[in-house]
Structure formats: structure tokens, C-alpha cells
């Protein structure tokens, strides 16, 4: 991965140094959890990607579980439970799943309840799958009484049961120990993962709760993690020019501080949509508070969107170039492409003629040059993450970066990045409106 932000991202020198060193303690208070593998702080899931314990548990599952005859991983979790696992599976396989309609092992996502998607799934259990081990059913929840996820359950179990009486072989609950999920899935004696106690579920992709769907249908997940390895130490730097995760979010900051308070991460390759999405929840739910640690109301938040080149600069590129200077932006790229194709001979001989002899990622490059350009033009700040390619590894990378990155910029806003009391509301009242009905 490279991380370039010198010409760019429009911090002045004074400032960023006096922000690098505003996160010194913090990063050799990190550096502790990690080299002592502490599982006891917030910090925790900074110990995942080189945790024997789970690559043991999921890799067992795994093998438990996971035939060669396996079509249908179906995934049933939300937020934190989901994001993070459907961001790597669309990465490498999800977005181009209807072109290639044949490759199975497919994952698909329950999360919301969507009474026409369950439908759809259950007709799919009826129609489509012959033997109970075509089809694996994996319930994500930390706490164990999310209503999306325990209703999408209880919407699909009963076809699965009429179809196949054994299915309780097939299906795994990933939860936290001794939630109600656990219990109730103990006495059914179902198989269970356990989501680590300290671990909250927008840190979760490299426990159990990324790794276990991940590695059914096929993703090498000893590799997603040594990509999470090496950010965790390229974040670790003491040198910090040399420390991405050091650099973005004390840009992030320093651009907050001058009214950009929207984090646009624009990604030059429409499979990492999922990637950015998982991006909106860890910033929302980690920098979204009411409190921050030394002011009571500090209502601090910074907005994260998504972005995708070259689609969406015939939408939004407008506003991004010419209308409010809010934004602090991060282009994601891949360095090269695993396909590529050349246009040889053209059928339309007079239009854009420019792109004779040239590859699609050429063409894409000079889309992502020129609108760097463009940027520079306007005065507007930008950082680079160029991924080596569209891998296990990178995206590691990737996810670990962030999450690290976000450690550091809550650090600098003085909130903390790992609770959401305000999801709460929302789950306590619907929970009321239910019991109502
Ligand atoms: O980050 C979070 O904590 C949330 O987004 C949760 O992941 C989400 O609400 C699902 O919760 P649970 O895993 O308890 O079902």
C-alpha cells in the first residue's frame, strides 16, 4: 500500500508537526497493548490479526464445516456483525457476483429486514438448494438480541427445518460468550463462535466475525491478516512521516478544525463501494458523540461519504469541485488491475479517439490524474492510498489502517471511539413499539 499526502492534503508543517505530537503517548500506549496482548482494554482488536486462539477456532469451524459441495453462505448480522465481512466479500467476489452467476460459494447478506429479500432467500432454500451441506446459515450478533438479525433467523429457520430436519448441523452462531444467543444456541447444541468480550462490532472483521464466512466460501484469511499485520506495524512507526495512520487522521483533524468536518473517501474501483461503507459506520460510530472525555456536549462528529470514480464525478463531481469546501478527501485505488483489456481497433472511428491503443486501467488512471488535478486547481485537500491490488492482503491493509487511523483521530477529538450509546435508542424503542403491536 502506498499512503501519499506531502503536495496534497494542505497541512501546514507547524501544524501537523504540533498534531504528530499530540498522538505520542497514544501510539506507545498502543504499542504496549500489542506487544503485551492485552485482550482487557478497548484497544483489543488490535491483537486479532496475529491471534492464534481465533485462527484456530475459525479454521476448525472451517473444517468442520465447509464442504466442497457448499453454494449458499448465508450471512445473518448487521452493522458491526456485517459490514465488515461484506466489504471484503463484494471487494473480491459480491460485485461482479451477476456476471458470474456460476461461482459459488456465494455469501448472502441478511441484514435489515426486507420481507421481499427473505422471500427471495427462502424460495432460493426451496428451488435451489438440493443437500443440506449446499447451504451454511451463520447468526452474527455480539449482544444476541439485535431485532433485524434474531428476526431474519426466525423468518428462514422454519423452510430450512422443513427441507432439511438436521439443518441445526448447519448453522453456526458467532455471538458474545454468554450472551442470550450463546445460551439459547448452547442448549440447541449448535455450533458457536465466540466474538471477543472487548472487541465491538465495527472492530470486529478480523475475529471470528469476518473470518468464519470469509474463509467458508474460499477467501484466503491468513492473508487478509498478514495485510492487517503489516499496517499494524507501518501504524506503529515511531518515525512519523512514515506512519499513515499517524498522517491521515491528524489531517482529518486538522481539516475538521477549519470547518471540513466531511470525510469523503473516493474509490477509483466501484467494488470497494462495501469497503467505504464499512469506512461510514467505523467513523459515524466512533467519532459521532454527544460527550466528549473533557466537555459535556460536545457534539462532535465528522461525516463520512463514499465516493466511486469515475461514476460518480457525472453526479456529485460537480458539487465536489465547485461548490462548499467541506470536505477532506481520501482517492483509493488499485496500483494494477488482475484484468485488463486493451482497445484494439475501434468500431466508431471519430469519438474520442484518444483512447486508441490504450488498456482500461490507463483510461482509468488518466480519469483519477485529472481529477487530482482538478482538485489541486481548487485549492481542495486530498490524500492517495494506492493499494497494490485487489487482494486478501490489501485489503488488510486496508481495514487495519483505518481502524487504526480512527483510534488515533477520536484520540485527537477527545471522544471515545469504541462505544455507541446512541444506537441504543433506537433498538430500546423499537423493542417498545414491538412489544405494542
Ligand atoms: O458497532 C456496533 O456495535 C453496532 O453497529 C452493532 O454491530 C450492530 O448494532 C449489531 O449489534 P449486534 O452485533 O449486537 O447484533
Not at 505520542?24 to 496475529?50: A, C, F, T
Not at 451463520?138 to 433467523?153: A, D, L, M, P, R
Not at 486493451?342 to 486501467?361: A, T, W, Y
Amino acid at each position: 500500500m502506498k499512503f501519499l499526502f506531502e503536495k496534497s492534503f494542505l497541512v501546514p508543517d507547524n501544524e501537523l508537526a504540533r498534531l504528530l505530537d499530540r498522538l505520542k503517548p497514544y501510539r506507545s500506549q498502543l504499542e504496549k497493548i500489542i506487544r503485551s496482548r492485552k485482550n482487557s482494554v478497548d484497544e483489543s482488536s488490535l491483537n486479532l490479526p496475529d491471534s492464534q486462539e481465533v485462527l484456530t477456532a475459525v479454521e476448525k469451524t472451517i473444517d468442520e464445516k465447509a464442504s466442497e459441495n457448499l453454494k449458499y453462505f448465508i450471512n445473518i448480522g448487521i452493522g458491526g456483525s456485517n459490514l465488515g465481512t461484506k466489504a471484503v466479500y463484494d471487494s473480491l467476489f459480491g460485485f461482479f457476483d451477476l456476471l458470474e452467476p456460476d461461482r459459488y460459494p456465494k455469501i448472502i447478506f441478511a441484514d435489515t429486514n426486507n420481507p421481499d429479500q427473505l422471500v427471495k432467500i427462502k424460495r432460493l432454500i426451496s428451488q435451489k438448494i438440493k443437500s443440506a451441506d449446499e447451504v451454511l446459515v451463520n447468526i452474527i450478533s455480539k449482544s444476541g438480541g439485535t431485532t433485524e438479525t434474531v428476526g431474519n433467523f426466525e423468518a428462514l429457520v422454519r423452510p430450512l427445518i422443513n427441507k432439511f430436519p438436521s439443518i441445526n448441523k448447519r448453522l453456526v452462531v458467532t455471538t458474545g460468550k454468554n450472551s442470550p444467543l450463546w445460551q439459547e444456541a448452547e442448549k440447541k447444541n449448535i455450533t458457536r463462535l465466540i466474538i471477543p468480550e472487548k472487541v465491538g462490532g465495527r472492530y470486529s472483521v478480523f475475529s471470528p466475525v469476518g473470518l468464519f464466512p470469509l474463509g467458508c466460501i474460499g477467501i484466503n484469511i491468513r492473508e487478509l491478516r498478514r495485510g492487517a499485520l503489516r499496517a499494524r506495524e507501518q501504524s506503529m512507526q515511531t518515525t512519523s512521516l512514515k506512519n499513515p495512520a499517524l498522517i491521515s487522521a491528524s489531517a482529518i483533524y486538522y481539516h475538521y478544525q477549519q470547518k471540513k468536518n466531511i470525510c469523503n473517501n473516493f474509490f477509483f474501483a466501484g467494488e470497494l463501494e462495501s469497503l467505504g461503507k464499512w469506512y461510514r459506520q467505523l467513523m459515524g460510530e466512533s467519532l459521532g458523540k454527544t460527550d466528549c472525555y473533557h466537555r459535556k456536549n460536545c457534539l462532535t462528529g465528522i461525516t463520512p461519504i463514499v465516493s466511486i470514480g469515475s461514476t460518480d464525478l457525472h453526479s456529485v463531481g460537480q458539487l465536489y469541485l465547485g461548490g462548499p469546501k467541506d470536505k477532506i478527501t481520501t482517492f483509493v485505488s488499485f496500483r494494477k488491475n488482475r484484468n485488463d483489456q486493451r482497445i484494439e481497433k475501434r468500431f466508431f472511428n471519430r469519438l474520442v479517439p484518444m483512447i486508441d491503443g490504450k488498456k482500461l486501467s490507463t483510461i482509468m488512471r488518466a480519469i483519477l490524474e485529472g481529477t487530482k488535478i482538478a482538485y489541486k486547481q481548487q485549492g481542495l485537500p486530498f490524500m492517495e492510498i494506492v493499494l497494490e491490488e485487489n487482494n486478501e492482503f490489501a485489503l488488510g491493509e486496508y481495514l487495519q489502517f483505518k481502524m487504526i487511523e480512527m483510534m488515533y483521530l477520536a484520540k485527537l477529538l477527545d471522544v471515545n471511539a469504541f462505544n455507541q450509546p446512541h444506537v441504543e435508542l433506537y433498538k430500546k424503542e423499537t423493542k417498545r413499539i414491538l412489544e405494542g403491536l
